[in-house]
Nanobody, 114 residues
Framework: VQLQASGGGLVQPGESLRLFCAAS????????KGWYRQTPGKQRELVAT???????NYADSVKGRFTISRDNAKNTVYLEMNSLKPEDMAVYYC?????????WGQGTQVTVSS
């Protein structure tokens, strides 16, 4: 069982990035999925969630700028990030949970700097 996060990089404020989280297991659609982010010295922040039923929720700090989506056929969840701000800079981690199962990706760095 594995989650592979990718898509991070260096962008300027106002630009966009798309993060990817690909799962190696076929029952991925049954999982509740989402993204956290972590900055040194700060608490881990839940950024966006996508339930198995398709409901989405977002942190207030990213509402209107970030969109979480999924492709069940590709076992992949995405995080589209628009209008990026310096405060969005962090390591982003994807997760998948179903019952007692809790899986995490390895993290992908997002740097927002001019």
């Amino acid at each position: 069982v594995q989650l592979q996060a990718s898509g991070g990089g260096l962008v300027q404020p106002g630009e966009s990035l798309r993060l990817f989280c690909a799962a190696s297991f076929s029952i991925f659609p049954k999982y509740n999925k989402g993204w956290y982010r972590q900055t040194p010295g700060k608490q881990r922040e839940l950024v966006a969630t996508n339930s198995a039923g398709g409901r989405t929720n977002y942190a207030d700090s990213v509402k209107g700028r970030f969109t979480i989506s999924r492709d069940n056929a590709k076992n992949t969840v995405y995080l589209e990030m628009n209008s990026l701000k310096p405060e969005d800079m962090a390591v982003y981690y994807c997760y998948a949970r179903w019952g007692s199962a809790d899986y995490w990706g390895q993290g992908t760095q997002v740097t927002v700097s001019s």
